[in-house]
């Protein structure tokens, strides 16, 4: 027993652990050698690399129990810029000094158990002396657990609270344990991180934490000596990497390492000297950011007197930009940026007065003072505008900017404030939007700083919108709301309910576009609170009594609020119910849109929506152009973790034929956040009433006051409220809006009389005319900071790691225009009379666009700058400088520039990576080289101390891919390719010119890369290098110099002329008229003209065909019009085939849908061909070799089960059985091609000039001195002839040795086919390519095929179609269309689209080598698929199949009421029965806008139930059409007017005999056309007559579903009970219609809401008056309202307004339809 428990004792003895707890003995102080390096570099060798080392001696020593003192010895900075890792560190010795000073005193901390508190530094220390010392006594702090070797937890450090891994190690055997620490800094519950101008992006919650594109860890390796009080730390290895990936790519990375190592080299027991100064409290180990602004990355700027190097700067900008350099002047104006961060407000001040009254200075200034962003320079820019030193312009322009760049804290929050209240703002309406909205959006970015928004910043919002409804002013309502969705805070959202009537129903009475603009100041607190704005938006999206325009922008705030599967659900379910279609249609199209989306972020959502798609009825893809829709387009790179979508919100109006509402958006999405770019809006408003006839006084006529009295018969007919015309537009960027305007009729008029003093505008074109001639000039200058981003978190060295992107843009434009004219304006201005003037205009026009991109990764700092810099420039530079004539009565313009004697830039985009250091000290001693160093690779020694190696794996392996270039040398004629090859790099030079000899110029496009994807084939290592792409105008060498370039242009009747003296040499002298024929030979042989028809002859003559069979069919495109289209098939010559074994049989095919190809054989005795099946006997041949084939009868029914690509094209001007087939070879008989090619005519081409003279003649050439002019010269030729017409266009060179022509042609074969050719090179014979549209059938369904074939064409085209060839089937699949490969001709393609239905079509494109194909594709226009589909006569119906389409399809979109016996179809197409009641006029159609301005009413006669009558009221005219005797009668104000004579007035009204009937046209009034014939009546109103009609034929609103409503808005229950509530009542007197309506009572016992009830119905039913009895009686279904049986209420009382009571129940009853009155009605 004794034994057991001594072994016991032993076993716990040994299992005793030593005490960890690291510690520092009192009395003692402990030297630690420090070394900390840090380096900016791409993964791979030979990369130049920037990086910073600091060495020192530590001392430390304890105090106290806690307290410890730190003393810094000898610290050295050092430098790294070169080559990793061969280049050394470079000693900065004045860094070091800077450093040193501030190390001079001793620093104490808090140190208990390894755990670092609080620290302790000399007043006055700089914060990166601070920040150094804290990342010294990271690597000290530790937490150990004495009872746990392997464990984790969350410690405070220097980077924040991070998730830290202990690994405790014991090595007893050398008393010491090894310690490893990590840490994941993607795993903080609190980062140290500074991000500035980050407010607009939107990082996702719900979004994978895994997608980043900045990973950091970091590992720290202690050796502790055990010791009796616990463990001395005897040395610690920290190694930290950041892998930051800007394209999310795994290898595309650039990495920041750093490293610290600390030994302990010695113990004295001499203890640190306690500091003399008192020392203040700095915080814990947590990252001190510097307080303001910080350091933009551009070279660092020593600042000694401010206001100097402010004036200096500026006059540096101003003198760079004079020369042209924008590269310099961006980084200039960046630094002059910086600059004003730092100054004082008098400093500003001072500058401000120096330069304010010199443009250039002015310009720039204010441009950065805007930038700067600080408080300083925004009270200065408030004071400014206070004291009027800026104009309203200059205001506009830099208030935007202003708020845009300025930081958001207290301070500039109050100086904001003022703007609001500024009088000067307060005074100019556009200013006072601006400031309004700009303070939303810094209130905005304020509060997103903070989880708690103070309610006194969003006060003065709060107050401006109480303001606007008490004084009931709709405008700041508007302007209110704006900016308080630019805030866009959670507290504001009490505020925007009292504006929508679904909470608020005091807001029923304000118009709805405040309604809209409330809906809409949801959408950014939706991203604080999208539960709320999601309950809200809902419950306004059901509202059903809401404006069909706010219910669908309520979807939209909806959605992105990412509403879960059962809100989606619930929004499809109401669709199969919703009353208005404008709604259905935009809510399916936007869940449509939504479910197809492919972005991370919106999984969810698309998934709730492909749901909801599925319960939804596909009718709603049918709805036409005029129902609201949503257009998605988008895309999402999982590789690069980046994408954007954009939108299109189109919202229909009942009022108008086109959106009303448009709101497009552009949004870009980037690894887990997502930002919201651009977004623009157009709103307008019954702006067709400014673009129609609006001096007709509708109110003075007696139709206005008619209708006034007849509306007062129909129960609750209110006449539709007024509309002003206004047009609104407004922009957002970054999801804030910036600015808005509503343009009305009042603005146009008082922008009018501002301008002239008038309201007319032809003073306005009359003075914009005059200041014109006095000359305009003047500068414009716009530069600004567009981007500036920073992300930046610490480094265990105690150094920031800053990522950062800075972009400066500048817009510049120099002009001056100087305008004579002769004969001078007259007194009594018309603007016709600019049509008999001649101008001399003189231009100088200079526009230039600069934009320049740094982004950084590395260390930035007041003190220094080390790391890695891009640098990209866009520019953009032109030149228009010219001298123009035109003599607008001899149709005559000449202008004329000089030529291009020196390199002239027009456009480049340049990038090129460095590696850069820069200190404080040593401004002027900049160190930046290339990242990818020119030549040859460095050698690289692998041999150091902080090898790649230890971190990151070797780059892959780099194979270079054996890809053919698009365009390579030799294919273009004047195009140049260079390859250098260093070791282990690639530079690429290629270079593509058109010359333009006989204009001295050539314009190229340069191409220059070198990068480093040799070591990682990444879209990062592609970027990092130097590339330059430009667009370059050069001088061409010319035997003379080129004096000049000049256009002349000549219309009319001396157009032929002109290009006759353009040929003459010697002087010009004045020549009598020649006759026609004369200038007719001239022109031929300056063009060449016989010497193409030549050829084309020679080809008719011999039957041959030139290179293939294609090339005949487009010279036949000459040919005369009179000739008989045949097609030409034929066979390929044998002894051709001979000569050219390697060509396939069909290359030379012409080709036609449904044919097969070689599928011919010898003993073949039938063939397909012309889209039908035909039978063809070879023993019908004629001697011509021709076959004659019989169309067979059962062409469709062939093709009822084949592919839709298979199917048969067959053209409409193919009648007949027979076709004559001309083959070009009587030899072979054997195969015959059954494919078709373009028909053409076969005769005699024809040149258009033999009959006609030239309508346009060109001519642009090179003035020389002594030497004959060169360039070309173009010539137009029509015949407009009503069967035909026809189009040739000739080019050729002024110079008579070049045969290079060009002719161009087009015509109109018949009805059915128009045709095109193009052809050029010398004599037109090098390269041709023809086209043709014609109409037809394809699989029974009216098609129409546009066909393309080509013979020769240059290879740089044919590369260009391999190239489309690689990226068409995926684009077209994307698309959703099917494919098939199967080889065709390849010289032709060809497309067919055929109407399926008035909606629908299926479209087929054969290319050579691929068949894609689609059906039932919606069209956004129903399109008629019958010629008969219009009750209109077309004009020029026998001219051509063309024009008819496109009149149709006008025709078709305007609406047509018709009645035809019983049947009646509205304006919205919805038809039904109804059996009108004879003698009693109904309101068919009427306007029921404020004008008045028609009324349609109709009857049944009472003799014949298929007759009516017809009266109309327009203007003052009552025109009254009736049948008597079997004739049509007119009757216009009650006498008799002739039919057979048409009747005109003044007031626009034209009634006429059209197809045995009456035909009403006044479009002056609303009504296109109006046709009776005694039993049909039909009215087409006017496209601006939308929302604006009533009466049975509608409204013309395209709700379907609500086209039953009666006078007073009710949506009736069935047809005959909405077509009654329209008949009118007359005098029973006198009146022959003896219906009246009434409130009806439901008689029966009805038990409502388990109480007795009386029901009495909600609207009047017909009913013969009193005195007459029914003999004829239909059921309606009618609404009632019911109440107690004991209720006082009853019909009989006069007062009650039973229409306006709630429908409790709805039965049936019957209706009056026809009356027997068997007494006197009236007295005698």
Known sequence: MRGLILALVLSLVGAQKHDLEPGFPTGKTYLYDYKGLILHRLPGKGLAAAGLKLTCRLEISRVSRSDHLLQIRSPKLEEYHGFWPRDPFILSPRLTEIIAACFSQAFKFEYIKGRVGIIYAPENCPIICTNLMRGILNVMNMNIKKSQNVYELQEAGIEGICQARYVIQDDSKNNCAIISKSKDLTDCQDSAVQSTGMAYIRPCSTCPTKVRNMKGTVLFTYKMKYHDSGALMTSAVSEQVYQISPFNEPDGIAVTEAKQELFLVDIKSTPIKAPDAQLQNQGSLRYHFPEGLLQMPVPLIRVKNADVQLTETLQQLVRNNKE?????????????????????LDQIEAVWTQFASEPPYRHWFMSAVCAAGATDTFQFLKQKIHDKNLKIWEAAVVLPLAFHSVTPNKKTLEVASTFLTCPQIQKAPMLRVLVYLGYGSLVNKYCAQSSFCPNEVLQPLHDLAAEASSRNDVEDMALALKAIGNAGETASIKRILKYLPTFSPAAMALPSKIHAVAVLALRKIARKDPVKVREITFQTYMDSTLDPNVRMKSCVVLFETKPSVPIVVAMANSLLRETSLQVASFTYQHIKALAVGKIPQLYNLSAACNIAIKLLSSRFDMLSYRYSKVIHAGGYSHAYKAGAIWRVYLMNSPNSMFPSDIITKIRGYYANTATDIVEMALQSQSLTNIIR?????????????ALKELGKTLLGWKELPPEDPLLSACIKVFSHEIAFIDINSDIIQQAMKSLTGSSSWQPAVKRAVEEAQRGVSGQWTLPTVVVELRHAVPTVLGLPLELSMSGVALAQAVAAVDVQMSPPLSDNFRPLQLLETNMDIHADIQPKVYFHMIAMMGTNTQYLQSGLELHAEFSANTTMKFDARINMKEKNVKIETLPCHQEIELAAVRSEAYAISRNMEEVDSEKKSPILPKGEMPTIISNQHFQSSEIFSRARSWKQRNIPSVISKGHLQDSEEEHHHGVGQKSSAHMFCSKLANLGCSACLSLKSRNSAFLRNTFLNKLVGEHEAKIVLKPVHTDADIEKIQLEMQAGAKAASKIIDATNSGPKEEKEPSLYENIKAKLKKIFGIGNVFKVTNKTHHHKKWIHSKVKAAVTDLWEEPSATPLSSSSSTDSSAEGKEPGNRHEKDELWQFGKKHGSGSSSSSSSTGSGSSRTCSSSREDNSGDKHCSVDSEYFNQQADLPIYQFWFKPADEQGPQRKIQSSSSSSSSSSSSNEGIST?????????????????????????????????LVLYTNRQASRLRVQVFVSSITESD???????????????????LKWGKDCQDYQVATQIATGQFASHPAIQVKLEWSEVPSSVRKTARWFYTYLPGALYMLGYSQKQQRGPSHQAAIVMALTSPRTCDVVLKLPELTVYNRAIMLPVPLPTRSDTTTLALPFSNWNVFYQAAFSIIENLKARCSVSQNMITTFNGVEFNYSMPANCYHILAQDCSPELKFLVMMKRLEESADLMAVTVRLANHKIDMYVSNGLIQLKINGVQTPTDVPYTSKSGLLISSEKEGMSLKAPAYGVEKLHYDGHNLGIQVAFWMAGKTCGICGKYDAEKKREYQTPSGYLAKDAVSFAQSWVISEDTCTGACKLQRKFVKIEKPVAFDKKASKCFSIEPVLHCAEGCSATRTVPVSVGFHCVPSDSTLDLEEKQVRLDQKSEDLVSRVDAHTACSCAQQLCPA
């Open 1241 to 1273: 005519p076969v005769s005699q081409p024809v040149f258009l000039g033999d009959r006609n003279p030239p309508i346009l003649a060109a001519v642009l050439r090179a003035i020389k001195k002594n030497e004959q002019p060169t360039g070309y010269q």
């Open 693 to 705: 006839k609006q001096n007709i006084p509708f109110a003075e006529y007696d139709t206005y006051k």
């Open 324 to 344: 042209g350099n924008t590269t310099e002047a961006s980084v200039k104006f960046l630094q002059m940026v910086q600059l004003l961060r730092v100054v004082t």
């Open 1299 to 1317: 045969r290079w022509k060009l002719c161009a042609g087009a015509s109109v074969v018949n009805s059915h086919k128009a045709s095109g050719t």
